[in-house]
């Protein structure tokens, strides 16, 4: 191709896409497409969905108490608390001997199925030395995972 060919194209393009502007912003046709917030809503309630308050005026407008909102505040408040403990592993520590001592402080259920576990998964094996601190609503991966890192 050579630089008239070209150029004519160009000008083509140019002027096929002047012609189709104004044709769309001519006619108007652009305008009121978009919908107000009320023909929106409207629009969403036919189709189906629930339409709510945006998140500032749904904290103005005072909404009834749900029941089964209230009995899971109160279950959470009558929950059992967290445990909290300092585990010192020190060397030639058994996974055996870690275990008892976070079934005497309540960090676990049962000492033998946590040992189980750790020796199952080969987590004994990288325990290390040092202090960390264990709760009692630590899974045993997470207890894991803490006595190996």
Same mark, same amino acid.
């Given at each position: ?27 108007? /046709?652009?305008?009121?497409? $978009?919908?107000? @917030? &009320? *023909? %929106? =809503?409207?629009?969403?309630?036919? /189709?189906?969905?629930?339409? $709510?308050?945006? @998140? &500032? *005026? %749904? =904290?103005?407008?005072?909404?009834? /108490? ?8 109160? *279950? %959470? ?73």
């Amino acid at each position: 191709m050579n630089k008239a060919i070209l150029q004519g194209l160009s000008a083509g393009i140019i002027f096929t896409t002047t012609i189709f502007a104004a044709f769309y912003y001519g006619t108007g /046709k652009f305008e009121g497409t $978009t919908p107000t @917030a &009320e *023909e %929106a =809503k409207e629009l969403l309630v036919k /189709k189906g969905f629930v339409v $709510t308050l945006p @998140a &500032e *005026e %749904a =904290k103005k407008t005072v909404q009834p /108490k749900d029941p089964d909102k209230v009995l899971m505040e109160k *279950e %959470a408040e009558e929950a059992p608390s967290i445990v909290t403990h300092t585990i010192k592993v020190k060397t030639n520590m058994t996974t055996a001997e870690i275990a008892d001592r976070l079934s005497k402080e309540k960090i676990i259920d049962d000492a033998a199925e946590f040992e189980a576990y750790m020796n199952d998964r080969d987590f004994s094996k990288k325990i290390q030395i040092g202090e960390f601190v264990v709760t009692n609503n630590m899974t045993y991966r997470q207890l894991a995972n803490t006595l190996t890192h």
